[in-house]
């Protein structure tokens, strides 16, 4: 069992940066591919960054690539998501995940295992 616990959302204006924090309990994440999923007002629950095991590879989704930067620290148990460059539709909840694959497995799109309990994050134009 992983226990998430998402911290460092908070009310900013457009153009400001935050940084998400995620931290993991119970084992150790270094076994598990993590990501972050946001969920907006009557919208579908969506991926926006993962990253695999190993610290690598990592995925973004269009909307945020080149604002967005997943990175983990193993020996912290912890991942990160550095938003910068924010944008009115980047308001949502953010979820952490983290899901368990093998060494090499790449970066899953879906079926994570576990999750966090969600922090929000709004931005005002």
């Known amino acids: 069992q992983v226990q998430l616990v998402e911290s460092g959302g908070g009310l900013v204006q457009a153009g400001d940066s935050l940084r998400l924090s995620c931290a993991a309990s119970?084992?150790?994440?270094?076994?598990?591919?993590k990501g972050w999923f946001r969920q907006a007002p009557g919208k579908e629950r969506e991926l926006v960054a993962a990253?695999?095991?190993?610290?690598?590879?990592?995925w973004y989704a269009d909307s945020v690539k080149g604002r967005f930067t997943i990175s983990g620290d193993n020996a912290k148990n912890t991942v990160y998501l550095q938003m910068n460059n924010l944008k009115p539709e980047d308001t949502a909840v953010y979820y952490c995940?983290?899901?368990?694959?093998?060494?090499?497995?790449?970066?899953?799109?879906?079926?994570?295992?576990?999750w966090g309990q969600g922090t929000q994050v709004t931005i005002s134009s």
């Open positions: 995940a983290a899901k368990w694959t093998v060494v090499g497995g790449g970066v899953p799109r879906g079926n994570y295992d576990y």
């Open positions: 119970g084992r150790s994440v270094s076994m598990y591919a």
């Open positions: 990253i695999g095991r190993s610290g690598g590879p990592t």
